[in-house]
Nanobody
Framework: QVQLVESGGGLVQPGGSLRLSCAAS?????????THWYRQAPGQQRELVAT???????NYTDSVKGRFTVSRDDAKNIVYLQMNSLKPEDTAVYYC?????????WGQGTQVTVSS
C-alpha cells in the first residue's frame, strides 16, 4: 500500500526551528512528483506552504519566505521542510502531498505548535 508519513512535528518556542520529514512507502518516488507541504490551523482552510518539483524547483508562500526551506533527498526518497524562526502563527497541522500526473497522495499530518 502506498503511504506518505510525516514526522518531526512538536512543540517549539517562538524563534525556534523544526525539520519536518515526509517519507514514502510503496511505489512513490518524489523525484518524479511535485511535492507540496500544506498546513491547516484550527478553524482555517488548508494553506499551501511550500512546493518542490521533480526537477528541484521550489516555491513558498509569502509568509514563510526566508524562514522555511523545502528540500529532497532522492537517495532516501524523503522530502524535508526546514522551518526556522518559527512564529506562533505557524502553529498548524502540516501535511505532505505528492502529486503525479494521474494520482495524488496525502500523509496523515504532523502537529507543529509554536508557543512559549
Amino acid at each position: 500500500q502506498v503511504q506518505l508519513v510525516e514526522s518531526g512535528g512538536g512543540l517549539v518556542q517562538p524563534g525556534g526551528s523544526l525539520r519536518l520529514s515526509c517519507a514514502a512507502s510503496g511505489s512513490i518516488f518524489f523525484v518524479i512528483a511535485n511535492t507540496h507541504w500544506y498546513r491547516q490551523a484550527p478553524g482555517q482552510q488548508r494553506e499551501l506552504v511550500a512546493t518542490i518539483t521533480g526537477i528541484g524547483s521550489t516555491n513558498y508562500t509569502d509568509s514563510v519566505k526566508g524562514r522555511f526551506t523545502v528540500s529532497r533527498d532522492d537517495a532516501k526518497n524523503i522530502v524535508y521542510l526546514q522551518m526556522n524562526s518559527l512564529k506562533p502563527e505557524d502553529t498548524a497541522v502540516y501535511y505532505c502531498n505528492a502529486v503525479f500526473p494521474a494520482l495524488s497522495y496525502w500523509g496523515q499530518g504532523t502537529q507543529v505548535t509554536v508557543s512559549s
